[in-house]
T-cell receptor, first 112, second 112 residues
Framework: GNSVTQMEGPVTLSEEAFLTINCTYTATGYPSLFWYVQYPGEGLQLLLK?????DKGSNKGFEATYRKETTSFHLEKGSVQVSDSAVYFC???????????FGKGTTLSVSS | SAVISQKPSRDICQRGTSLTIQCQVD?????MFWYRQQPGQSLTLIAT?????????ESGFVIDKFPISRPNLTFSTLTVSNMSPEDSSIYLCSVVREIKAFFGQGTRLTVV
């Protein structure tokens, strides 16, 4: 079946450090891939997405590239800020209109 | 995008009682999804609610424990029945527009 595996957290970084959160997936066909973010006390919101192989999603300085050959969608940011502290979820959707499948989430904590 | 109003935002309930969570979407959708997010865990899909038919439950979730109503294309309720402390979680409703998922703010339930 379909599944998402992302690196265990928590990830603790200093401000301006480079961030990578690994995400790999198992799916039939060609799923769409997402990163969602949950800031403290807030709801889930879409951070970025990619719908086909080699697509790069980007938003707020974050990037992730859909790598079909490695079934990965790693999240990166060149210089994190304290305000990036949140829980990040990798997710996939194999069929339009159906529920997303989420990874376990990775907590990022950035200190100044 | 989609605007989803979910209530209550939080509640503290006695064990053995039931709580009904409401979710209102700003426009019609075919399917609505209910998730549970246990403390420090990822989102687990409870069920898919279709208008005019019974909800479809995921493995490990049953209708007697989590009855769902879907009276029209913009509204759904999830009831958590005969609650125990293990039901303490955040419950989220979600809709998918094309491939993107949108979420309510969540209901933080504490069972004492």
């Amino acid at each position: 079946g379909n599944s998402v595996t992302q690196m265990e957290g928590p990830v603790t970084l200093s401000e301006e450090a480079f961030l990578t959160i690994n995400c790999t997936y198992t799916a039939t066909g060609y799923p769409s891939l997402f990163w969602y973010v949950q800031y403290p006390g807030e709801g889930l919101q879409l951070l970025l997405k990619a719908t086909k192989a080699d697509d790069k999603g980007s938003n707020k300085g974050f990037e992730a590239t859909y790598r079909k050959e490695t079934t990965s969608f790693h999240l990166e940011k060149g210089s994190v800020q304290v305000s990036d502290s949140a829980v990040y979820f990798c997710a996939l959707n194999n069929q339009a209109g159906t529920a997303l499948i989420f990874g376990k989430g990775t907590t990022l904590s950035v200190s100044s | 995008s989609a605007v989803i109003s979910q209530k209550p935002s939080r509640d503290i309930c006695q064990r053995g009682t039931s709580l009904t969570i409401q979710c209102q979407v700003d426009s019609q959708v075919t399917m609505m999804f209910w998730y549970r997010q246990q403390p420090g865990q990822s989102l687990t899909l409870i069920a898919t609610a279709n208008q005019g038919s019974e909800a479809t439950y995921e493995s490990g979730f049953v209708i007697d424990k989590f009855p769902i109503s879907r009276p029209n294309l913009t509204f759904s309720t999830l009831t958590v029945s005969n609650m125990s402390p293990e039901d303490s979680s955040i419950y989220l409703c979600s809709v998918v527009r094309e491939i993107k998922a949108f979420f309510g703010q969540g209901t933080r339930l504490t069972v004492v």
